[in-house]
Protein backbone atom coordinates (compact mmCIF):
# COMPACT_ATOMS: atom_id res chain seq x y z
CA UNK A 1 0.00 0.00 0.00
CA UNK A 2 1.02 3.55 -0.36
CA UNK A 3 0.30 6.15 1.48
CA UNK A 4 -3.47 7.83 1.54
CA UNK A 5 -6.47 6.87 3.00
CA UNK A 6 -7.88 3.09 2.74
CA UNK A 7 -10.94 1.94 4.63
CA UNK A 8 -11.74 -1.75 4.87
CA UNK A 9 -15.37 -2.30 5.00
CA UNK A 10 -16.93 -6.48 5.41
CA UNK A 11 -19.06 -8.47 6.96
CA UNK A 12 -19.07 -8.77 11.00
CA UNK A 13 -16.83 -11.99 11.62
CA UNK A 14 -15.22 -11.51 7.60
CA UNK A 15 -11.70 -10.64 9.51
CA UNK A 16 -11.27 -7.15 8.98
CA UNK A 17 -10.01 -6.92 13.09
CA UNK A 18 -7.84 -9.67 12.37
CA UNK A 19 -5.60 -8.20 9.50
CA UNK A 20 -5.65 -5.36 11.31
CA UNK A 21 -4.01 -7.17 14.21
CA UNK A 22 -1.44 -8.99 11.91
CA UNK A 23 -0.27 -6.00 10.79
CA UNK A 24 0.48 -4.91 14.55
CA UNK A 25 1.88 -8.20 15.01
CA UNK A 26 -0.95 -9.01 17.68
CA UNK A 27 -1.87 -12.06 16.10
CA UNK A 28 0.87 -14.26 14.24
CA UNK A 29 0.96 -15.31 10.87
CA UNK A 30 0.40 -18.74 10.16
CA UNK A 31 1.30 -18.41 6.00
CA UNK A 32 2.92 -15.58 3.85
CA UNK A 33 4.45 -12.52 5.30
CA UNK A 34 4.14 -8.63 5.75
CA UNK A 35 6.32 -6.33 4.10
CA UNK A 36 6.88 -2.83 5.46
CA UNK A 37 9.09 -0.59 3.61
CA UNK A 38 10.96 -3.51 1.61
CA UNK A 39 11.01 -5.18 4.76
CA UNK A 40 9.97 -8.20 6.03
CA UNK A 41 8.22 -7.85 9.71
CA UNK A 42 6.43 -10.84 9.64
CA UNK A 43 8.42 -12.25 12.66
CA UNK A 44 9.00 -8.65 14.19
CA UNK A 45 7.43 -8.08 17.96
CA UNK A 46 5.13 -5.64 18.47
CA UNK A 47 6.93 -2.89 19.96
CA UNK A 48 9.42 -3.05 17.01
CA UNK A 49 6.57 -2.84 14.66
CA UNK A 50 5.90 0.13 16.95
CA UNK A 51 8.90 1.52 16.90
CA UNK A 52 8.95 1.44 13.22
CA UNK A 53 6.02 3.79 13.23
CA UNK A 54 3.15 1.36 13.17
CA UNK A 55 0.10 1.90 15.39
CA UNK A 56 -3.58 0.19 15.36
CA UNK A 57 -6.02 1.96 17.57
CA UNK A 58 -8.24 -1.40 18.57
CA UNK A 59 -12.06 -1.69 18.10
CA UNK A 60 -12.44 -2.15 21.69
CA UNK A 61 -9.98 -0.37 23.68
CA UNK A 62 -8.78 -1.81 26.75
CA UNK A 63 -9.97 0.18 29.79
CA UNK A 64 -7.35 0.97 32.72
CA UNK A 65 -8.71 1.39 36.05
CA UNK A 66 -6.27 4.12 37.80
CA UNK A 67 -4.83 5.67 34.72
CA UNK A 68 -6.61 9.25 33.12
CA UNK A 69 -6.22 10.20 29.51
CA UNK A 70 -3.58 12.40 30.27
CA UNK A 71 -1.51 9.25 31.73
CA UNK A 72 -2.20 7.61 28.35
CA UNK A 73 -1.36 10.64 26.35
CA UNK A 74 1.23 11.55 27.66
CA UNK A 75 3.12 7.94 27.17
CA UNK A 76 1.86 7.93 23.61
CA UNK A 77 3.35 11.65 22.85
CA UNK A 78 6.41 11.07 24.97
CA UNK A 79 6.01 14.31 27.10
CA UNK A 80 3.55 15.84 29.62
CA UNK A 81 4.25 19.00 28.39
CA UNK A 82 0.90 20.68 28.66
CA UNK A 83 0.92 22.81 25.25
CA UNK A 84 0.74 19.67 23.60
CA UNK A 85 -1.22 17.53 25.37
CA UNK A 86 -3.78 20.71 24.64
CA UNK A 87 -2.80 20.70 20.96
CA UNK A 88 -3.34 17.10 20.05
CA UNK A 89 -7.29 17.52 22.41
CA UNK A 90 -8.30 20.34 20.55
CA UNK A 91 -6.97 18.18 17.25
CA UNK A 92 -9.58 15.49 17.77
CA UNK A 93 -12.06 18.08 18.44
CA UNK A 94 -11.68 17.41 22.48
CA UNK A 95 -12.60 20.97 23.95
CA UNK A 96 -12.68 20.40 28.05
CA UNK A 97 -9.91 20.51 29.53
CA UNK A 98 -11.75 18.28 32.75
CA UNK A 99 -11.43 15.70 30.44
CA UNK A 100 -7.77 15.18 30.21
CA UNK A 101 -8.24 14.08 33.83
CA UNK A 102 -10.98 11.70 32.98
CA UNK A 103 -9.46 8.30 34.59
CA UNK A 104 -9.80 5.60 31.18
CA UNK A 105 -12.30 2.92 33.66
CA UNK A 106 -15.45 1.25 33.50
CA UNK A 107 -17.06 4.49 33.64
CA UNK A 108 -16.13 5.85 30.05
CA UNK A 109 -18.65 6.11 27.59
CA UNK A 110 -18.35 4.03 24.05
CA UNK A 111 -17.79 6.94 22.43
CA UNK A 112 -15.28 8.80 24.88
CA UNK A 113 -13.36 5.38 25.30
CA UNK A 114 -13.00 5.55 20.65
CA UNK A 115 -12.03 9.30 21.21
CA UNK A 116 -9.51 8.72 23.65
CA UNK A 117 -8.02 5.72 21.21
CA UNK A 118 -8.30 7.97 18.68
CA UNK A 119 -6.15 10.34 20.35
CA UNK A 120 -3.46 8.49 21.85
CA UNK A 121 -2.97 6.55 17.77
CA UNK A 122 -2.60 10.53 16.75
CA UNK A 123 -0.33 11.17 19.23
CA UNK A 124 2.19 8.69 18.58
CA UNK A 125 2.47 10.28 15.05
CA UNK A 126 2.25 7.03 13.39
CA UNK A 127 3.87 6.08 9.63
CA UNK A 128 1.02 3.96 9.27
CA UNK A 129 -2.11 4.42 11.55
CA UNK A 130 -4.95 1.68 11.73
CA UNK A 131 -8.11 2.36 13.06
CA UNK A 132 -10.29 -0.33 13.75
CA UNK A 133 -13.96 0.99 13.96
CA UNK A 134 -13.48 4.38 14.93
CA UNK A 135 -16.86 5.85 14.12
CA UNK A 136 -18.38 3.19 16.73
CA UNK A 137 -20.21 4.96 18.81
CA UNK A 138 -19.72 7.94 17.76
CA UNK A 139 -22.06 10.45 18.31
CA UNK A 140 -23.53 12.02 14.84
CA UNK A 141 -21.83 15.64 15.45
CA UNK A 142 -18.41 14.47 15.51
CA UNK A 143 -18.34 11.61 12.54
CA UNK A 144 -17.87 14.68 9.87
CA UNK A 145 -15.16 16.39 11.36
CA UNK A 146 -13.18 13.12 12.50
CA UNK A 147 -13.45 12.00 8.77
CA UNK A 148 -11.71 15.22 8.14
CA UNK A 149 -9.58 14.84 11.21
CA UNK A 150 -8.13 11.64 9.66
CA UNK A 151 -7.71 12.76 5.91
CA UNK A 152 -5.97 16.07 6.97
CA UNK A 153 -3.60 13.98 9.72
CA UNK A 154 -3.36 11.89 6.33
CA UNK A 155 -2.11 14.63 4.10
CA UNK A 156 -0.10 16.59 7.05
CA UNK A 157 1.67 13.68 8.36
CA UNK A 158 2.37 11.76 4.70
CA UNK A 159 0.99 8.94 6.64
CA UNK A 160 -0.87 5.28 4.94
CA UNK A 161 -4.12 5.47 6.97
CA UNK A 162 -6.20 2.52 7.30
CA UNK A 163 -9.63 2.57 8.65
CA UNK A 164 -12.14 -0.08 9.38
CA UNK A 165 -15.39 0.98 9.02
CA UNK A 166 -19.12 -0.08 8.32
CA UNK A 167 -19.81 3.61 7.45
CA UNK A 168 -20.22 4.94 3.84
CA UNK A 169 -18.58 8.41 5.06
CA UNK A 170 -15.73 6.63 6.86
CA UNK A 171 -14.93 4.35 3.87
CA UNK A 172 -17.49 1.96 2.82
CA UNK A 173 -18.39 0.74 -0.68
CA UNK A 174 -18.96 4.00 -2.03
CA UNK A 175 -15.11 5.53 -1.25
CA UNK A 176 -12.45 5.33 -4.29
CA UNK A 177 -10.15 3.59 -2.19
CA UNK A 178 -12.44 1.34 -0.27
CA UNK A 179 -10.86 -2.42 0.07
CA UNK A 180 -13.83 -5.31 0.34
CA UNK A 181 -13.02 -8.52 2.18
CA UNK A 182 -14.28 -11.47 -0.14
CA UNK A 183 -13.57 -14.85 0.04
CA UNK A 184 -10.47 -14.18 2.35
CA UNK A 185 -8.87 -12.01 -0.27
CA UNK A 186 -9.13 -8.08 -0.35
CA UNK A 187 -9.86 -6.72 -3.72
CA UNK A 188 -9.35 -2.52 -4.52
CA UNK A 189 -12.07 -0.77 -5.91
CA UNK A 190 -9.92 1.94 -8.19
CA UNK A 191 -11.56 5.43 -8.27
CA UNK A 192 -13.12 7.50 -11.35
CA UNK A 193 -10.96 7.74 -14.15
CA UNK A 194 -9.05 4.73 -13.18
CA UNK A 195 -8.79 2.27 -16.06
CA UNK A 196 -10.39 -0.08 -13.62
CA UNK A 197 -12.88 1.63 -12.07
CA UNK A 198 -15.68 -0.32 -11.03
CA UNK A 199 -13.70 -3.57 -10.94
CA UNK A 200 -12.39 -5.05 -8.01
CA UNK A 201 -8.48 -5.42 -8.20
CA UNK A 202 -6.77 -7.97 -5.92
CA UNK A 203 -4.60 -6.12 -3.56
CA UNK A 204 -1.85 -7.48 -1.35
CA UNK A 205 -0.35 -6.22 1.86
N1 LIG B 1 -7.89 -15.16 18.56
C1 LIG B 1 -8.80 -15.78 17.81
N2 LIG B 1 -8.84 -17.13 17.78
C2 LIG B 1 -9.75 -17.77 17.02
N3 LIG B 1 -10.67 -17.17 16.25
C3 LIG B 1 -10.66 -15.83 16.25
C4 LIG B 1 -9.74 -15.07 17.02
N4 LIG B 1 -9.98 -13.77 16.81
C5 LIG B 1 -11.00 -13.72 15.95
N5 LIG B 1 -11.41 -14.95 15.61
C6 LIG B 1 -12.50 -15.29 14.68
O1 LIG B 1 -12.12 -14.85 13.39
C7 LIG B 1 -13.25 -14.32 12.70
C8 LIG B 1 -12.95 -12.90 12.25
O2 LIG B 1 -12.91 -12.06 13.38
P1 LIG B 1 -12.63 -10.50 13.27
O3 LIG B 1 -12.67 -9.96 14.66
O4 LIG B 1 -11.39 -10.30 12.49
O5 LIG B 1 -13.89 -10.03 12.42
P2 LIG B 1 -14.31 -8.56 11.94
O6 LIG B 1 -14.39 -8.58 10.45
O7 LIG B 1 -13.42 -7.54 12.57
O8 LIG B 1 -15.79 -8.46 12.53
P3 LIG B 1 -16.62 -7.20 13.14
O9 LIG B 1 -17.18 -6.44 11.97
O10 LIG B 1 -17.69 -7.86 13.93
O11 LIG B 1 -15.68 -6.40 13.99
C9 LIG B 1 -14.43 -14.41 13.68
O12 LIG B 1 -15.21 -15.53 13.34
C10 LIG B 1 -13.78 -14.55 15.03
O13 LIG B 1 -14.57 -15.30 15.91
MG1 LIG C 1 -13.65 -6.09 13.98
Not at 31 to 51: A, M, Q, Y
Amino acid sequence: MSRGVYAITGPNGSGKTTIAKLIMGINELTSGKIVFNGTDISRLPINERSNAGIVYGFQHPARFKGTTFRDLLSISLGSDDEEKLVDIISRVGVCSMDFLDKPVDSKLSGGEIKKIELATVIARNPKVAIYDEPDTGIDLWTIGPMVELLKREQKENNTTTIVVSHNKHSGGRRHPFAHQKRQNRLYRRSGRGDPHAGRFKRLYI
